[in-house]
């Protein structure tokens, strides 16, 4: 067994013979995303694997062993982890976890000690946790993020965000129901030999798999003569894109009769980057980080670019840059808002408008101050630009039930047709 560390601050270690010994366990939040994120590791050299359980004694657990006002996502990871401590058949003394912090002011950025200490409270001291941040919160001698692992991050966002379009764009609408999830797993199979590819082939090749999924997509028949409302999805981050957060809306919109669009997840990382860019230059700091960053959104654009140029080849729609995205937000608000989403949230609502998807879901944890001034504290300053605009705002609340959520979509929706 590892021999467990700890660093000056008494803080439990992930060393290099973790490394070899340990499984990593990721906390689901985006399903078309965080199975790369396993491919990523395990290629190198990591065990690892994404939480799969989602019944209720989730929230039990979230509930028990965190605080009553802290915010949902935080409680239902706490609960993921612990529920797949007691019941999900790990070898607990060779498992750790694994955690992403932004270092803004959102309570995301406290998960890992408030993991922690639920951890404590529950009597797991020995399982270390670890963060995965830009901002050097953190550091564990057994895990490092490498320029590779950068690389297959960025890589597995955007096969993520690009097959989520994919199947939402398609599904909708296919005349043989099911093609489009065949589809999806066919790609997936093809999509995770990716990440074991040797040295230059992990730069190059994705521009090749990027378009031949795209044509797959394409060849899926389809009938689009009936229109159907477009309805967007933004918000907190986690509820945004887990099913188990927001009750599976994805789903729920398309067994409505709806076209789901739901913004990219690389942009919200490009975002953060540029907040750390923007406090550099405003308050102080190394301008080579600054740059960095900038490196960083250039090189994730250039890369969006070739996507883009594909997307319109085949027909699909072809999603906003994140400069134009930036510059939507500008508009609206200061991008020194930048806490928790910050001003991306109402910029992802403009988009929708523009991209015509007027009609817009707000998801809003329970206790996200950040998200309620950028969400719905926009709402009527977005209605007296775009007077189309159809938005409502749904609370996401452990206590709240499924049917008042419900009922507000549909009513919604309801709008969404007659205006369509």
Request: hydrophobic share 40%.
């Amino acid at each position: 067994m590892a021999k467990l560390v700890y660093d000056d601050t008494g803080r439990l270690l992930f060393t290099e013979e973790m490394k070899h010994e340990y499984k990593i366990l990721i906390p689901s939040m985006a399903p078309y995303h965080f199975e790369y994120f396993v491919h990523t590791l395990k290629s190198e050299g990591y065990d690892a694997e994404v939480l799969q359980n989602t019944h209720f004694d989730v929230i039990h657990e979230g509930m028990k062993y965190s605080h009553n006002d802290i915010c949902v996502p935080a409680m239902l990871v706490i609960g993921q982890f612990i529920d797949a401590m007691k019941q999900g058949g790990y070898d607990i003394h060779k498992v750790a976890l694994i955690i992403t912090q932004t270092g803004g002011g959102c309570r995301a950025s406290n998960y890992v000690s408030l993991i922690r200490k639920a951890f404590h409270q529950a009597g797991y001291d020995f399982i270390p946790i670890i963060s995965v941040n830009a901002v050097g919160l953190e550091k564990n001698p057994g895990f490092k993020v490498t320029s590779n692992i950068l690389l297959k991050l960025i890589t597995a966002l955007a096969m993520g965000d690009l097959l989520m379009q994919l199947y939402n764009e398609t599904a909708p609408y296919e005349i043989n129901e099911g093609d489009t999830e065949a589809v999806y797993q066919e790609v997936n199979s093809f999509l995770d030999e990716y990440f074991y590819l040797p040295g230059r082939k992990v730069f190059y090749h994705p521009n090749k798999l990027f378009e031949r999924v795209i044509k797959r997509f394409s060849e899926i028949p389809v009938d689009r003569s009936i229109p159907k409302p477009k309805v967007g999805i933004v918000g907190e981050i986690y509820v945004k894109y887990s099913p188990l957060g927001n009750n599976d809306l994805e789903n729920t919109l398309r067994q409505e009769g709806c076209e789901v669009v739901t913004p990219n997840i690389l942009d919200f990382f490009q975002y953060t980057f540029d907040s750390s860019r923007h406090d550099i230059y405003k308050y102080g700091g190394r301008k080579i980080v600054a740059r960095m960053y900038q490196f960083l959104i250039w090189f994730i654009e250039y890369r969006r670019n070739k996507i883009r140029r594909q997307l319109k080849k085949y027909g699909f729609r072809v999603f906003t840059s994140y400069y134009e995205l930036r510059q939507m937000g500008l508009d609206m608000l200061d991008h020194a808002m930048h806490v928790g989403e910050g001003w991306l949230l109402t910029a992802e609502m403009i988009e929708l408008i523009h991209m015509g998807a007027p009609n817009i879901v707000c998801t809003q944890p329970f206790g996200c101050l950040p998200n309620h001034i950028a969400g719905k504290g926009m709402f009527k300053k977005i209605k007296q630009a775009y007077p189309q605009s159809n938005i409502v705002a749904i609370d996401y609340d452990t206590s709240a039930t499924e049917i008042n959520q419900l009922n507000r979509i549909k009513l919604m929706i309801t709008n969404a047709k007659r205006n369509l």
